[in-house]
């Protein structure tokens, strides 16, 4: 997969995770877990692009005597996810595309 539209699926799908409830590293691995494999390496280097981004923001609470970054999702992050949803209707239109069995071709 081109490593630019994996970067850009990856940093929308920890948004997803965060969207609803804040989280810190090791719960956002956990809540992927069933849906792709992310190391913990490459998801903070993603946390941070993101907060870069100002797509989240970083919290630091203290638990069970260590300190946990929790990260929130901004405005900015949530309107990522919305664009991610409408870019979506013309990858799939691009994958039935290249995808189509048949071989013809509709002219529009």
């Given at each position: 997969?081109?490593?630019?539209?994996k970067?850009?699926?990856?940093?929308v799908?920890?948004?997803?995770?965060?969207?609803?409830?804040?989280?810190?590293?090791?719960?956002?691995?956990k809540?992927?877990?069933?849906?792709?494999?992310?190391?913990?390496?490459?998801?903070?280097?993603?946390?941070?692009?993101?907060?870069?981004?100002?797509?989240l923001?970083?919290?630091?609470?203290?638990?069970?005597?260590?300190?946990?970054?929790?990260?929130?999702?901004?405005?900015?992050?949530?309107?990522?996810?919305?664009?991610f949803?409408?870019?979506?209707?013309?990858?799939l239109?691009?994958?039935?595309?290249?995808?189509?069995?048949?071989?013809?071709?509709?002219?529009?």
């Amino acid at each position: 997969m081109d490593i630019q539209l994996k970067r850009g699926l990856l940093d929308v799908c920890v948004l997803a995770a965060i969207r609803n409830d804040d989280s810190y590293g090791y719960q956002i691995i956990k809540d992927m877990k069933p849906y792709l494999q992310l190391s913990e390496s490459t998801l903070y280097t993603i946390l941070k692009r993101l907060e870069a981004a100002h797509m989240l923001t970083v919290k630091t609470y203290e638990y069970q005597g260590r300190l946990r970054k929790y990260y929130h999702i901004t405005d900015e992050g949530i309107k990522r996810i919305d664009e991610f949803k409408e870019d979506w209707e013309e990858i799939l239109s691009i994958y039935r595309f290249i995808t189509r069995e048949d071989g013809s071709h509709e002219e529009e």
